[in-house]
């Protein structure tokens, strides 16, 4: 039966993440009994870095499929997919949405990766916002 049971001085040092303050008179009189707080601190989650999804023009694509690619894979409506493609195609370059690292570089997958199935040269990078 014993085999079950925790020690304590086990429990107390799983406990590594509390911090403990101890309040001593302000005298210098340590002789009495000490008090202890015990204040459990979270960790502070960082915001992730952000990146910008970035569509470079070239001459061959059609414009359709750009804005299908548009609508496919960044969630854009007819309209915004339009003005981001007629953007696209007179400043020669645009910006289709920002993500997480992750989020983003699958995004630059699928549309590299349709844009080859469809022989285009579409061109898509990754940028940091």
Request: charged share 25%.
């Amino acid at each position: 039966m014993s085999r079950w049971r925790i020690p304590i001085f086990r429990f107390a040092r799983m406990q590594t993440s509390a911090q403990v303050r101890m309040n001593e008179p302000d005298d210098g009189n340590t002789d009495g009994p000490a008090t202890g707080v015990v204040t459990r601190s979270k960790p502070k989650a960082k915001k992730p870095s952000m990146y910008k999804v970035i569509m470079l023009n070239d001459d061959y694509t059609p414009m359709e499929f750009v804005v299908m690619i548009l609508e496919r894979f960044f969630n854009k409506n007819h309209e915004e997919a339009s003005q981001i493609m007629l953007h696209v195609h007179q400043k020669g370059v645009g910006v289709c949405g920002v993500y997480t690292y992750e989020l983003g570089e699958t995004k630059v997958t699928q549309v590299m990766d349709l844009a080859r199935q469809h022989q285009h040269p579409l061109q898509c990078t990754l940028e940091k916002a």
